[in-house]
């Protein structure tokens, strides 16, 4: 960024009057930001030594989110071939999630080796953070908005297929754990720095605990895409709400999840708990006739759902919207930052996300309705 009026003083300095930072810090704060990253910071309501003023005061700042299963917006599909995705990643970052994995829903495994290459370079340019793969190993029963025909078991040629054509991009993949040779999948996966999110799924507890075992670390969008528990068959929610090891998505748009679901959450997986978006094409556009993944999908007073209206499919709600809804019921700064930054990125292995020096001026003001503004690498968004 250019200097904005400070004598003598390179970039602009953020006076904050409150900053969680994602590395343990809550307070009043300054930041210094230079061509992009966090180039000096300090605590307290002052400028800071041998700098003579702030260039702009701001309220609450969090790092930037962290939304780790988003299809796309404004008409892009991520998983579609051909496609650009950059109008996607803008919309998105304007609305707070400046860190984005590129979901790819189930299509045929050619259509998605072929995407993959695609948007490799654009993770290794820093566009994306990494893709992630929601299917094609998913269960037929709990399917959700996912073509049957397309669903298979993971075997090893279509693993190895998947991991080659992403070369290193793909960050995550969500799989049914109890389909046939999945837990050796979720071990090769592991193996090659992939987090695993066992979703789409009927697995029992013990099928659950056996995925877990085997290196999974993420349920995708907790009771979607899952039997409800029951207190005699506590299935996938069971698992997800009391084994430490797993990192829980929730879905905050107020379709997919009742308030009271989501706080259900809140409390049993305080600190494991991520907001994700799933937003798909439609988001960011209003209602209309879409497709994901090849299927038809029909959005009527901003919900998805399958033109047969036998599934949601996906949402049409960003992070942030999620991130308003839960602050006008009472949610702290403090677990926002917890839930939409500081523990996705320690699901995905993300380093560099907390708001230190040397890292990315990639930051949310959060109002009382929600954001208020994004920095994203050091520029105002929207």
Request: aromatic share 2%.
């Amino acid at each position: 960024m250019t200097d904005r009026g400070t004598p003598g003083v390179a970039g602009v300095l953020l006076g904050i009057d409150r900053l969680i930072d994602g590395a343990g810090y809550d307070g009043p704060a300054w930041l210094r930001v230079e061509d992009g990253v966090i180039a000096d910071r300090g605590v307290g309501t002052g400028a800071g030594p041998g700098y003579p003023r702030v260039d702009a005061r701001l309220g609450t700042v969090v790092p930037g989110f962290v939304d780790a299963h988003v299809h796309g917006a404004v008409g892009a599909d991520f998983g579609a071939v051909g496609v650009d995705p950059q109008p996607a990643i803008d919309f998105h970052a304007a609305a707070g999630s400046t860190t984005l994995l590129a979901s790819i829903a189930t299509s045929e495994l050619p259509l998605t080796i072929a995407r993959l290459r695609e948007l490799a370079p654009l993770v290794r340019a820093g566009r994306l953070a990494g893709v992630h793969l929601e299917g094609p190993f998913l269960c037929h029963e709990r399917r959700g908005a996912h073509d049957p025909a397309l669903l298979r078991d993971p075997d090893p040629a279509s693993v190895d297929a998947l991991l080659d054509a992403a070369e290193g991009t793909l960050s995550m993949i969500t799989i049914a754990p109890e389909l046939p040779g999945a837990l050796a999948a979720i071990e090769t996966l592991v193996a090659a720095g992939v987090v695993v999110a066992l979703g789409h799924t009927a697995a029992s507890a013990d099928q659950m605990r056996r995925g877990i075992d085997a290196g999974a670390t993420v349920i995708t969008h907790v009771f979607n895409g899952m039997p409800p528990m029951h207190h005699r068959a506590p299935g996938p929610v069971g698992v997800a709400l009391t084994d430490d090891r797993l990192t829980v998505e929730v879905i905050g748009d107020g379709h997919h999840l009742e308030d009271e679901a989501v706080d259900v959450v809140r409390g049993s997986a305080a600190g494991r708990m991520t907001l994700v978006s799933d937003a798909m094409a439609a988001t960011g556009l209003g209602d209309g006739v879409y497709e994901m993944g090849g299927t038809t999908v029909v959005v009527t007073d901003g919900v998805a759902n399958l033109a047969d209206n036998s599934s949601l499919a996906g949402s049409t709600t960003t992070v942030g919207g999620s991130v308003a809804r839960l602050l006008r019921r009472g949610a702290d700064a403090a677990e926002i930052a917890s839930i939409t930054s500081i523990r996705p990125a320690l699901a995905l292995g993300l380093d560099g996300h907390a708001l230190a020096i040397g890292a990315p001026a990639d930051l949310v003001e959060l109002g009382p309705a929600g954001v208020a503004r994004t920095m994203r690498a050091g520029t105002w968004l929207g």
